[in-house]
């Protein structure tokens, strides 16, 4: 039973006293041990540290010398890299070998609980994005050169896909990287922009164009970033998000060692397709717990606030609008849950297939259920929710982050549609072996 009376909708079925069939005594040990540490080190400061529009660079090293970076990455944890690093349990006695993807799920959830995501965004996003491509596909001379600082939040990295003009549309990315006639380096040219955490960034797993157009010619590449010759970076203002540390990267006759390939030349689109399903999962858990911290700010609120004679509680139309924002709120999460729980049954290779198309769905209904729920939260507080101090300020920044939840990560629309077309690709892939060969008229 729940040891506490929660506020409805402000936390997870599992966390309010409810039954579940997903969570065990390890993932339950590790929410306690992840939360008490996460409140007292992000989430007790995060809105002073987003208005500040920068979160202090001790905080990451707090972060990084708990291994409280380290669960952003995709399940399981590499194991083997952690143990040679001296790293053999998270918080709570978890054993690494032991992570799964409900622990993470945990992490992303905690990590949200102030409802604003530049924060913890600040602190995990280069982890998340940009090491995954370095450990799956890196050879074995570029990961023991980068990982174990890396990992150990000594060195901080990036991801780099994105460009002006090459959002969504992965394939036509312009930045490109020529080899020197001696075959030795790359030299890189072009622009990246809005990078999360690039501006503190001292590598990136860059994006280029190595070969033709089209995504047969895109390649990963490891690019020194911070302090390196050709290298410029400035800070972009954001709607929300903005202690995130969205960054403007201009490459200037970058001189990169061909060492420093991520994998094979022309492999760049499945590397990051392949990245791309972890960092949607992560967008939709993080952003369902921002929905649920503004519809159950708002159904606080609305217990309190008085106007015409009664609580707005009490109006009809104010249980009908929290009703139905609550409805997708906890099918939201329901899904999310079932998702991770799925993940933690198929290996990386069959959730690429199975659920690839499904985990562009998620991120997209993530997105318009935080949209439905922050409006919600503005219009049930009224001029409070649009002012930017008081008692509605949690409701009018999270609603400044709705568009930061439904473009990156692929943005919205294009998240529909790959998520349909990938459904219609395994379907034809499946029926198409019962096929009978024309002319065969056995049965």
Same mark, same amino acid.
């Given at each position: 039973? #729940?040891?506490?009376?929660?506020?409805?909708?402000?936390?997870?079925?599992?966390?309010?006293?409810?039954?579940?069939?997903?969570?065990?005594?390890?993932?339950? @040990?590790?929410?306690?041990?992840?939360?008490?540490?996460?409140?007292?080190?992000?989430?007790?400061?995060?809105?002073?540290?987003?208005?500040?529009?920068?979160?202090?660079?001790?905080?990451?090293?707090?972060? /990084?010398?708990?291994?409280?970076?380290?669960?952003?990455?995709?399940?399981?944890?590499?194991?083997?890299?952690?143990?040679?690093?001296?790293?053999?349990?998270?918080?709570?006695?978890?054993?690494?070998?032991?992570?799964?993807?409900?622990?993470?799920?945990?992490?992303?959830?905690?990590?949200?609980?102030?409802?604003?995501?530049?924060?913890?965004?600040?602190?995990?996003?280069?982890?998340?994005?940009?090491?995954?491509?370095?450990?799956?596909?890196?050879?074995?001379?570029?990961?023991?050169?980068?990982?174990?600082?890396?990992?150990?939040?000594?060195?901080?990295?990036?991801?780099?896909?994105?460009?002006?003009? /090459?959002?969504?549309?992965?394939?036509?990315?312009?930045?490109?990287?020529?080899?020197?006639?001696?075959?030795?380096?790359?030299?890189?040219?072009?622009? @990246?922009?809005?990078?999360?955490?690039?501006?503190?960034?001292?590598?990136?797993?860059?994006?280029?164009?190595?070969?033709?157009?089209?995504?047969?010619?895109?390649?990963?590449?490891?690019?020194?970033?911070?302090?390196?010759?050709?290298?410029?970076?400035?800070?972009?203002?954001?709607?929300?998000?903005?202690?995130?540390?969205?960054?403007?990267?201009?490459?200037?006759?970058? @001189?990169?060692?061909?060492?420093?390939?991520? $994998?094979?030349?022309?492999?760049?689109?499945?590397?990051?397709?392949?990245?791309?399903?972890?960092?949607?999962?992560?967008?939709?858990?993080?952003?369902?717990?921002?929905?649920?911290? /503004?519809?159950?700010?708002?159904?606080?609120?609305?217990?309190?606030?008085?106007?015409?004679?009664?609580?707005?509680?009490?109006?009809?139309?104010?249980?009908?609008?929290?009703?139905?924002?609550?409805?997708?709120?906890?099918?939201?999460?329901?899904?999310?849950?079932?998702?991770?729980?799925?993940?933690?049954?198929?290996?990386?290779?069959?959730?690429?297939?199975?659920?690839?198309?499904?985990?562009?769905?998620?991120?997209?209904?993530?997105?318009?259920?935080?949209?439905?729920? #922050?409006?919600?939260?503005?219009?049930?507080? $009224?001029?409070? $929710?649009?002012?930017?101090?008081?008692?509605?300020?949690?409701?009018?920044?999270?609603?400044?982050?709705?568009?930061?939840?439904?473009?990156?990560?692929?943005?919205?629309?294009?998240?529909?549609?790959?998520?349909?077309?990938?459904?219609?690709?395994?379907? @034809?892939?499946?029926?198409?072996?019962?096929?009978?060969?024309? $002319?065969?008229?056995?049965?």
């Amino acid at each position: 039973m #729940a040891s506490k009376t929660h506020i409805p909708f402000s936390e997870p079925p599992y966390l309010a006293g409810l039954p579940s069939p997903y969570y065990n005594s390890s993932h339950l @040990k590790w929410q306690k041990a992840c939360r008490s540490f996460v409140e007292e080190n992000l989430i007790q400061h995060a809105m002073e540290w987003e208005r500040e529009e920068t979160v202090p660079a001790d905080v990451f090293k707090k972060f /990084a010398g708990a291994n409280m970076l380290v669960p952003s990455l995709p399940a399981p944890l590499p194991v083997e890299w952690l143990k040679k690093l001296g790293v053999n349990e998270m918080l709570g006695g978890v054993k690494v070998e032991d992570w799964d993807y409900l622990h993470t799920a945990i992490y992303l959830d905690e990590m949200a609980r102030s409802g604003l995501a530049g924060p913890s965004g600040s602190l995990t996003t280069g982890v998340a994005f940009g090491i995954p491509p370095l450990l799956r596909f890196g050879s074995k001379p570029l990961k023991e050169r980068f990982l174990p600082d890396l990992l150990l939040g000594k060195k901080r990295i990036c991801i780099a896909i994105t460009e002006p003009g /090459a959002g969504s549309d992965v394939a036509n990315i312009q930045t490109t990287a020529v080899k020197t006639e001696d075959g030795k380096h790359y030299i890189v040219n072009g622009t @990246k922009k809005w990078i999360t955490n690039g501006i503190w960034s001292e590598y990136s797993s860059m994006a280029v164009r190595t070969g033709g157009p089209g995504a047969s010619g895109l390649s990963m590449l490891l690019v020194p970033l911070k302090g390196y010759p050709g290298v410029s970076m400035r800070r972009l203002k954001v709607a929300g998000q903005i202690s995130a540390g969205t960054t403007f990267i201009e490459l200037d006759d970058v @001189k990169v060692p061909v060492e420093n390939l991520i $994998g094979e030349e022309g492999m760049g689109m499945r590397y990051i397709m392949t990245n791309f399903n972890h960092e949607r999962l992560t967008i939709a858990i993080g952003v369902t717990r921002q929905a649920r911290v /503004a519809l159950s700010a708002a159904f606080e609120y609305c217990m309190k606030r008085e106007a015409f004679g009664k609580t707005l509680m009490d109006q009809p139309v104010v249980r009908h609008r929290l009703a139905k924002c609550g409805a997708e709120l906890e099918s939201q999460w329901a899904w999310v849950e079932q998702f991770v729980y799925q993940m933690t049954k198929l290996s990386k290779a069959e959730a690429d297939v199975e659920l690839g198309g499904l985990t562009a769905l998620a991120k997209a209904q993530a997105g318009r259920v935080l949209d439905e729920c #922050a409006r919600c939260a503005v219009l049930l507080f $009224g001029g409070n $929710g649009f002012t930017r101090s008081g008692q509605g300020l949690i409701a009018e920044m999270i609603y400044r982050e709705v568009p930061g939840a439904r473009v990156p990560g692929g943005s919205e629309d294009v998240m529909l549609d790959l998520a349909v077309r990938q459904l219609v690709k395994n379907y @034809k892939s499946k029926t198409k072996m019962l096929e009978r060969p024309r $002319g065969d008229s056995k049965i």
